[in-house]
Each structure stands twice: as C-alpha cells, then as structure tokens.
C-alpha cells in the first residue's frame, strides 16, 4: 500500500522512506533486530549519545562513555536494557537512565520500547525512543513540595508510605507511618527483622509469607494486619506491597502503603457481631450506609443517606445504584472497577473507593466509600455494606487550601516577596520562583550556591551581608538586613532580607531559611521624601512660613528657625503663650484669642491674620497663621499644629494693586473704556465698573450673555452674535455696534482674546468695551466732509474735461482755421510780390515754417487737451494713445482688448484713458521699465483694467508719505465711478496697477 501510495518502485525505497521518517522524530530513536543488533540511529540519537551506536564501540566502551545507571556507576550496552521481551507485561514501560558522552556531558533519559512486528505479528525488532528529562530532574523544590503535599495527603487519610532496600536491608517510612504505629520519628524506622514487634505473631506470619512470595514471584500483596501500637493497643492495618526492580529486572526491595483502618474494622466488627441490630445501626449511624445485594441493587438506605440524596428508600428500593446516583461518566468505572471486582475477587480487591453521588434536587456530594461484605453460610458474598463519609466540604477545604497556596505564590509575586533556603552542610541554595524573578536570573544559568549568591551583592555591601550572616550563626537569632544588589546592565536594587537558622536536637545548625524583599521602589521613595524634606524646608525658608507647635499640658512652644527669624527672637529660646502674646498688636490680641479657643473643639484648621512688632528690630509685619489641633489616642487635645507665614511683601503688594486698580478705574473712567473677563470652567463674569457706567445698569448685577445679547440695537443682534460664535471658533473678535439705553443710542467697539482648549472649547477671555459715540459722531462728519470733496472733486474734473473739450475746439476749429487762413493770405503774399524779390522771397519762407510749426503745435495741444480719438471709442483711443507712447518713449507696450466691444459710455472712456494716461507718464518718468502690458477684461459687471510694468518698482508704504498725486488721482477717478483701483509693487518687481470700472457706472454728481 504504501509503494502505491507514494509511487515507490522498490522494497529498498519503501525502506528508505521508514528510514527518513524515523530519522526526522524529533526525539532519539534506535532500531533494534530481532538478535538485539543496533541496526539504525536517527539524527537525534546520534546528537543524544555522542556516537554511533550502529559501529563497534572501542574497547574503553562502558567505563569512559556510554549508558549508565541513574546511580552513575554502573554501565551497560543498549541491547543489555531490561526492556526487551515478547512479552511486555513481564517489562516496564519504561526507565531513567544517564547518557555519558564522549566529550563529558551527560544527559538524564526516559528509555522506553515499542516491539515491531511483521503483517503476521511476527517479532522483527525493536524502536527504542529516549526522552531528554533533564528538565524534569532541575525540579527539587517542586519536589519538596510535592513531598510536603503528599506528607499532608497521608495525614488525612491517615495512610503511610513506606519503601525496604532487600539487598541493604534498608527500611525507609513516612512521617505518618511513624504516626500510625506511635513511633518516634527521629529514630530510624525498624529493619525488616524487627517488623515481627510491632505486628502479632498471627499478622506477622501473614506478612513474612507474603514478602517471601513477592520476592521470589514478583506478586504484589494486600493485607489486614494487626499491628502493635506504642501504647499496647492493637491497630487495624491494611498493608500492601508492590516490588522494586533494578536496571537488569532482578527484585532489589518492596515499597508500599499501611493504612490505618481500626476505627473502620471496629464498626466492621460491630456490625458482624451485632447482625441482628442492623437495622438500628443502619438508621442511627451518622454516615452514609447503604446495603447493595450482589448484583448492585439497593436492599436497605440509611436515615442518612436520605437527607444527604433527598430520596426515601422506597424511592431507591431495588434499584442499581450506579444508575440513580452516579453521573455516566464514573458508572461503568465504579461498576467494573469496584463493586465487581469486589463481589468476584473480595480478598484482594480494594473495598475503600470515592466518587460523586448526584442528589435528587441536582446537587452533588463527594463520597468516601468503605466496603463491608456479608457472606452466605457457604461463603458466598450476599451483601455489599457500604459506609460513606461525605467529604464535600473537605474536599472543598482542599481546594480552598490549594487556591489559598496559588494566592500565596501570586501575593509574593505581587509584594516580589521571595523565599530561600540554605543548605549549611553543602551549601546549596534554594529559591523561589520570586527570588528568579527578583535577581533576573534564568533557573537554569544560576549556580546555586552562597559564593554565586553573593556575586550579585553590591560590592560594597558584601562584606556586611556575610558579617550578618555569621553573627547570626554564632548568636542563633534572626537577623535583618537590607542592602543592594547590582544588576548586570548596573541598575540597583535594594532587597530586605529576614533569616533564621534551624538546629537539630544535638544544636548543630542544617539550613537557614529566609526571605527576600525588593524593596527597591519603597527605597527610592524614602530617598525622595527625604530630598523633599530637604526641599520643604529649604521652601518654607525662601517662603518665609514657620512651623510651630503648641504642648497645650506644659504651654510651651516648638518653633523650628524659620518661626524665630519671623518674629525676631533669638533661636531656641524659650516660647510660651505671654513671650508671643508681647509681640501681637494689641488691637488683635482679642481675634487671636478667639480663634486659639475655636481649634480647642474644632476637627478642622483655623485661619487668621495679625500683626507683630518684630522683637529685634521693632519692624511692623502682617502674619497669616493656620492651625488645627491634635488629640491623643483617649481623644484628648494634647497640643496644637500651626504655621506662620510672613505675608508682609504681600500686604504691600496688595496696597500697590489697590492703589493701581482704583488709578485704572479712574483711568478707564476717562477714557470710557470698560473691561471685563470670563471663565467658563467656573461659571463667572466680571465687570468693571465702566462697563456698568457705558450700558447704565446697577454695579454688581448679575449678567448672562443673553442679558448683554438684549441691550444691543435690534439691527445689529444678529451680526454681534455670529461675530462671537466665530471668535469662539478662534477669529478675531474686534467689533463695532450700537446698543439701545434709556432710550438712547450708543456706539461701542468690542475687542476681546479668547482662550480654547485643545478640542476648541471656550475656556475664559479677556476684552474691553469702548464707548465710542463721539468719535463716530466725529467719524460720520468726517466721512460726510470727504463725500463732499469727492463729489467736489469730481464735479472739478468733470468741469476740467469740459473745458479741456471746449478749448480742443476752439483750438482746432477756431484757432487752426485762422492759422491755416494766415497761411494761405501768405502763400498769395509770395506770388503777388516775392517773384522777382529773393530776399522777400527767403523772408515769406521762413514765415511759412513757423507757422507750419505753429499749425502743428495748435494741433499738438488740441489733440493733449482731447484726443479725437476719443470720439471713436475706447478702444481705438487707447490703440492710439499706446502707439504713440511706443513712439515717443521707445518702451516696448502691448495692449489686449476683449474680443467683444468695450461699450463705456463718454465719462467712464475719459477716467479709463486719463489713468492710462497717467500709469503711462509714471512708467516714463520713474520705472525704468522695458516694457509695460496694458488689458481690459469684461465681465457682468466691471471692466477691469491692468497696467503692468517690469521697471524697478517701489515700496508701496514709501508713497503714502510722499505727494504721489498722480496715483492718488488714479485711485480718486476710479472712486468717481463708483469703482476702485488698487497698486501693487515691490522693489525690483515693477509696478500693477488694477481699476474696476462698473459696466453702469454711477457718476457722483
């Protein structure tokens, strides 16, 4: 199958596929043959043993290296192991071992084997499998715990263990075992020999027949013995044994139990002797007590029984009791294991066994179970006399106990509480888990020793550790010591370490046991709290508070420094209520006196204030005192605790503050000027008087933000209230608006600075209110009178254009029409009389020139006066006016109009032509420009004009202090159409000057 499965051709490559499995285990594996030939070892195992265990071994093979015994002595090959036999019930499952290697490491192993046999269960070998258990045998504290528990176990249920060494003749008991024969447990256990003392003769003969059969056949035995306790009585015991093998198999000793079954075999006996009183018995006996027929059925139920399952016995009467009671799991369990193997076997079967018993109403009881059997008269077993204990509640005290134990475990962890033992014969150290954790120390990298324990010590602290250490042996006291440890990455820690040594009877020390606290953090506080004291005194010193306290019994005071240098009376001098009471004003003598008589009954501090004649330089000083009384353990006032504080550059300062705010009242009185603060975190606004004076409400009332909303003008509520719920977002809240008082109108500008916490809520501002009616008064006339020169102005250059078009045609039509009339009265000049006259001739043209000049200069003027252009639109006016600055200037200058008509009626073209006209001169005379761009865009309501230079520019804020009439007079033409222009440069950036012109402009008159 597995040839087809895995396409294999050949038996050698099915074999080679075994081979790689087993190779692949993880643990160390060896195949043996049927002749106990090593024929394969996988990798693990080679890594495990050191060699190859399929070659010869050398000849020092066994001595030097190899398997050897958990006794470390003696050695055997792998084929000589007591693990193989075609019948594995005459083998153990498995054994320990040690694995010595070459290189001197060594391992401890669990060896176990698993037979492999052919399709017809024929034997072909062996797999031999070794498990690395060194972990397990790095666990002594475990196991001393383990002991411990175990010894407790016994205890309560009274059962001791015991183990015979046959070859040594070596018997080792239990405490318990000690307990159940009233021995004392510092002597030695008695050998096998003397075994016959403390049995009857009767018993004694049973158990030495029984000890022989075990030892020849390997059978173990279970038997009821009488056993002689120390006082004389006779105790009831069961005793079972079991044999001990060694490495090879051979029997070397018996181990076992003896448990303590008198009281048992007492009501055993009772109710054998007594079998006509069963009945009595079974109803009065506070155990459970049931009596089973043969098969299991349920003959008799006990009162007992009755209240612990909440049946009655007819309820149960017949019926299988592992069918009422038991929950399915444990029935076939108790059936076959216990009650059946009882009716058929009832010698050697156990008659003790424990379970849970399910009660009618659900609720389930643990159950100890002891088996009596009654037999026919031909021996026969006919019933089953079981007598229960219900340990519930014990059980449940075990399981509280191991919770108890766990909590235990996790307080020290917890409190890093650690525990340690000394071995002071070897000593060897044995730690808690807490100690690992407190040292930050791997179990298994730790050499456990005192030496190695004292590495980790500070080196300045070593020497007092072992002083206290071997003090505390020569003096056999506990001793106590705290000091550090030093970590290897050079932290510190400090642990306190308690230890007390344990002697023996004869005063010999064994083991000192302790433990270890890391105190570490507890340390660093009191190294703080000291440097805060240090620091508080230091405080109270620059703070000039003094400390003092009262001895109501003896009337004197404690003053530390500070309280003498307050009052100025020499340090340590004697302090009493008539020394102080000479310093106080005597104005305040009677305050002082009442608040001392209010701490007599009061359970909280007092406060007050004084005054002093300081002693030594007769200086006046403001004292703020605090005290509180204290009581003595019976509740009786015993003293009084207080300070002194020296508040005198405060008292001074808050005079200052006084003075000051009484001079900014008065300050804001005159300016009309009023300030007020908010804090939302506690709920409170605050005026100044002022604010009440400008918004004519009473001082001191209370105001919402609603109160404040009502008092301003209808008309501006609104644009107030978004105003501030923008500055809560984080604007700038610099407002003008009006309230309505008594009838009257007011303006006022509000300004304020708003505080917000890190997810923008309001937490407190600060602002000021400013009465500024007057000045919008002086505002609104001032605004008026620039309405009106404005409209002057412009009415001045609507009249200027006027003008300047009459005299353009006057100009033109009257003046050039005369000029040209003179020209032609000359010409005829010329023919009539300079034909034959050269020098009339020479006369008449030079006349002519200039007044040709003359002609163009008329025309020069009438065309600055008004283009004619002009009369073509502006378009073509400024196509006109941007070829001839190109001309004139040589400065390169493009001009972008919209493709569709610019349609500006007559007024707006001249504004627009005029601040070309002056952007153009500008560009000529200051900018030193190369170039000049000049646009109109369209849109539904402006034209927009831009001129823009590359010259050098100039600083826009230089020509508000200079007379730049010529772009304040671009700025007052564009305002004249109800449009605006702006001026935009820099130094080196040229210069853009921008007009808005409205496509309907409003011409102010």
Known sequence: MPIKRFKLKTLEDELNLVYGVINNIANAVVVVDFSLEVIFQNKAATLLHGIDLTKPFPQEYGIQYGIISTDGISTCRITNLPLFSTVSEEIPSSIELHIKRPDGTGTPVSASVRPLLDQNANLLGWLVEFIDISQQKHLPNELRLLTSQLEDYQSLANIGSWSWDAINDNVHWSNQLYRIFGLNQNTPPPNYANHSKIYTPE???????????????????????????????????????????????????????????????????????????????????????????????ICRFNHACEEATQYSFKEVEGRFVWDLFLVPEERETVYLNAFKALINNPISSRATYRNFWTAKNGVQRLIDWSNTLLFDESGKVEFVVSIGEDITETHHAQELVHTSVRRLNEAQRIAQLGSWELDLKSKRLFWSDEIFRIFEIDKSEFDASYEA???????????????????????????????????????????????????DDQGNALVSKGTAHDITQRKLAEIQLSHYSERLRLACKAAAIGICEWDINTGLAKWDDQNYEIFGLPKQSSIDYQTWAKLVFREDIPKTTSKLRQLMGATHEI????????????????????????????????????????????????????????????????????????????????????????????????????????????????AVDKAWQAAKQGERYDIQHRILVNGKIKWLRECAELILSDDGQLLRGLGTVQDITELKVVEQNLEYSRLQIRQLAASCEKA??????????????????????????????????????????????????????????????????????????????????????SKQSGIECELHLPKTPVNLNEDSSIVVFRITQESLTN??????????????????????????????????????????????GIQERALMLGGDATIDSASGNGTLIQVRIPTNPIIEP
């Open 453 to 503: 324990f004292l590495e980790y010590v500070h080196p300045d602290d070593q020497d007092s550790v072992h002083q206290a250490y071997t003090k505390s042996l020569e003096n056999r006291g506990p001793y106590e010591i705290t000091h550090r440890l030093l970590m290897p990455d050079g932290r510190i820690k400090w642990i306190n370490e308690c230890c007390e040594t344990i002697y």
């Open 607 to 718: 406060h007050w204030e004084f005054r002093i004649h300081r002693q030594n330089d007769g200086v006046l000083r403001y004292i703020q005192a605090a005290a509180i009384a204290g009581y003595n353990d019976n509740g009786e006032l015993d003293k009084i605790v207080g300070i002194n504080i020296d508040i005198t550059p405060f008292k001074q300062i808050e005079t200052a503050l006084r003075e000051k705010k009484a001079h900014l009242a008065q300050a804001q009185t005159q300016a009309l000027l009023g300030s007020w603060s908010i804090d939302i975190v506690n709920n409170i606004i605050e005026w100044s008087d002022e604010c009440y004076r400008i918004f004519e409400i009473p001082i001191d009332k209370p105001l919402a933000y609603q109160d404040f909303l009502a008092l301003i003008y209808p008309e501006d509520q609104a």
């Open 203 to 297: 018993s004694y003969s049973q158990l030495n027949a029984a000890v022989q059969t075990a030892l020849n056949t390997g059978q173990a035995y279970e038997l009821d013995l009488d056993a002689i306790h120390s006082n004389g009585t006779i105790k009831k015991i069961i005793a079972r044994g079991q044999v001990k093998r060694d490495l090879t198999g051979k029997i070397t000793g018996i181990y076992g139990v003896a448990i303590d079954i008198t009281e048992r075999k007492r009501v055993d006996q009772q109710l054998q002797r007594q079998r006509d009183f069963l009945n009595a018995v079974l109803e009065n006996a506070g155990a459970l007590i049931v009596v089973l027929d043969k098969d299991g059925r």
């Open 923 to 968: 560009v000529l005379r200051h900018s030193a420009a190369s170039r000049v761009i000049i646009s109109i865009a369209a849109n539904p309501d402006y034209y927009v004009l831009k001129i823009h230079d590359n010259g050098k520019g100039f600083d826009p804020s230089v020509r508000t202090k200079t007379k730049s009439f010529g772009l304040i």
């Open 800 to 885: 200027k254009e006027d003008e300047r078009k009459r005299i353009a045609l006057e100009v033109h039509d009257e003046l050039g029409q005369m000029l040209s009339a003179l020209r032609m009265q000359i010409s005829l000049l010329r023919i009539k009389f300079a034909d034959n006259n050269k020098q009339l001739l020479e006369q008449i043209h030079s006349i002519m020139e200039l007044l040709d000049k003359t002609i163009q200069v008329t025309r020069d003027v009438a065309t600055a006066l008004r283009p004619p252009v002009l009369e073509m639109g502006i378009a073509s006016a400024l196509e006109w006016l941007v070829s001839d600055f």
